[in-house]
């Protein structure tokens, strides 16, 4: 067998996989209006309102009763008939997913609408999948989602607590590493906002396109192939 070698040298640009979070109500959404490009937006927690008169985005509303059939009908949708067609790709968002999913498949369970463990399992495999099915679209992904404070423990026994996306914790060192940007939304005294993309003892974040510790709100995406 052949093995396909590429010279670091020759590693074409590609588009970023982002994931943006932050307290709700802090901007995440508004961040979609500064993105270069045409975007689309699936929307699964219903705050695109904020989005209202932007020409250059597209909105798919998720439904968030069957949450788990349609998801996987509009992602084999836009991997079928839309790769490569928007510049940018928004989850919005991903913590509202989970619980959507879960509460979809819990609603045809046996279990008075609870969700099994077998259901915490296909929602985990679900997004993980997701993830990687829409890095094929050929746009730039983000996913937002919510904070959440957590306990860290160090290989030394240390403790200290830390600000992470909230994600379901099995799957969530998983979707980070598949991303090359995670940034926590913050907003200053005198209201400017600004995404965190370097880690602390405090803060989860890390960027992988470039060496900048931190961005503007309009300014995430400072370099673009479109």
């Known amino acids: 067998m052949a093995l396909n070698i590429v010279s670091s040298e020759n590693i074409a640009d590609k588009k970023g996989t982002y994931l943006l979070y932050g307290a709700p109500g802090k901007g995440k959404t508004t961040t979609i209006k500064f993105l270069p490009g045409k975007t689309l937006v699936l929307d699964v927690d219903r705050t695109s309102h904020v989005l209202k008169g932007s020409s250059d985005i597209d909105i798919i509303y998720i439904d968030n009763i069957d949450t788990w059939n349609d998801w996987g009908a509009t992602l084999t949708e836009l991997v079928k008939n839309y790769k490569g067609k928007y510049d940018n790709i928004v989850v919005d968002n991903i913590t509202e997913l989970e619980r959507c999913i879960l509460s979809s498949l819990g609603a045809v369970g046996k279990n008075n609408g609870v969700p099994s463990q077998g259901d915490y399992q296909y929602m985990q495999f679900k997004l993980v999948n997701s993830l990687r099915y829409l890095k094929s679209l050929n746009s730039n992904i983000f996913f937002l989602a919510w904070e959440e404070l957590d306990l860290f423990q160090d290989y030394d026994g240390s403790q200290y607590s830390i600000v992470l996306p909230q994600i379901n914790r099995r799957i969530r060192n998983n979707i980070l590493g598949l991303c090359d940007v995670v940034g926590r939304l913050i907003v200053k005294e005198d209201g400017e906002r600004g995404y ?31």
Request: net charge negative; with cysteine; aromatic share 4%.
């Open 196 to 226: 965190i993309l370097t880690a602390s003892n405090s803060t989860y974040a890390k960027n992988q396109l470039d060496d900048r510790p931190g961005c503007k709100q309009n300014e995430l995406i400072i370099h673009e192939t479109i």
